[in-house]
């Protein structure tokens, strides 16, 4: 736990209210807030699944298997794929491993080609939609 000095001068980060400047801790509301935070394991998998969408190639390829209204997810292969995402087959069949890799993704394989599609998970496809939304109102 760190200590604060009471005695130390107030600088211009203080003052503008970046930092608390009473030495106060409120114990009931850290303690509730401690309590709502999930285990170090699920703490673990949310930065993942961030991190896997926080890169541009991988999120226009997970926004062109989302489903559409009322229609399945479609099915590309990766030439439909990196055709979409604007990058080579490499580097596109690159990102599609990570996807697939951390689940988001599934293929099917048709002889000597590879199909993929978006992972059935509502909770994913909430994500990549309001991302595309622009996201959250706070991150605008």
Same mark, same amino acid.
């Given at each position: ?27 009931? +509301?850290?303690? !509730?807030?401690?309590? #709502? %935070?999930?285990?170090? *394991? /699920?703490? $673990? ?5 961030? +991190?896997?969408? !926080?890169?541009?190639? #991988? %999120?226009?390829?997970? *926004? /062109?298997? $989302? ?5 399945? +997810? ?6 439909? %794929?990196?055709?979409? *995402? ?55």
């Amino acid at each position: 736990m760190s200590t604060i000095d009471v005695d130390a001068p107030v600088d211009a980060a203080d003052r503008c209210g970046v930092h608390c400047v009473v030495p106060t801790i409120q114990t009931d +509301a850290v303690e !509730a807030a401690r309590a #709502r %935070l999930p285990g170090t *394991a /699920a703490m $673990l998998a949310a930065s993942e699944v961030a +991190a896997m969408l !926080a890169n541009p190639t #991988r %999120l226009r390829l997970l *926004a /062109a298997l $989302l489903p559409s209204g009322d229609r399945d +997810a479609p099915t590309l292969c990766v030439c439909d %794929l990196s055709s979409v *995402a604007g990058a080579s087959e490499t580097a596109t069949s690159h990102q599609l491993r990570m996807l697939r890799l951390s689940g988001m993704v599934a293929q099917r394989r048709e002889g000597r080609t590879v199909y993929y599609r978006m992972a059935p998970d509502v909770a994913l496809q909430q994500a990549v939609t309001a991302l595309l939304r622009g996201g959250p109102a706070w991150a605008r």
